[in-house]
């Protein structure tokens, strides 16, 4: 039931955004490549583009983001390059009430491609990354 009210919230905005929906996709994706390229510098400047309801939390973010290290036996550090970067979905986060923007990103890391998944939220009142993570199905 849930998908189906989902459903019908998403068909809702684009209906009304149509004209808007292009841009507002857009400025999701910048958003999004923006703090991947921030995940290779000071991790202020990363959390910064985090939503405030961000999941596990700005306080365990560090903590987050070295799990996708080790597991991905990579090292954000070295820096980040994103090869390209694709729209992948868009609906209704019911927990927070508000549109979200996946897209899912190329990128090398530490000699590695690899692809992640970024997915920022607008809820009226704040907007930023919601959810990231790496998505190879050897992780």
Known sequence: MKRFISLLLVLFILTLSSCGLPEIVDKAKDHSEKFILSLSGDLEEAVSFM??????????????????????????????????????????????????YTHICEIVVSGKTLHMYVTVIDDGNDYGVYYFGLFDPDL
């Open 51 to 100: 939503h405030p309801d961000f999941w596990p939390g700005a306080d365990r973010f560090a903590e987050y983001l070295g799990q996708l290290e080790r597991a991905g036996e990579i090292d954000f550090s070295d820096g980040v390059e994103i090869l390209n970067c694709e729209f992948n979905s868009l609906g209704v986060e019911m927990e927070i009430d508000g549109t979200y």
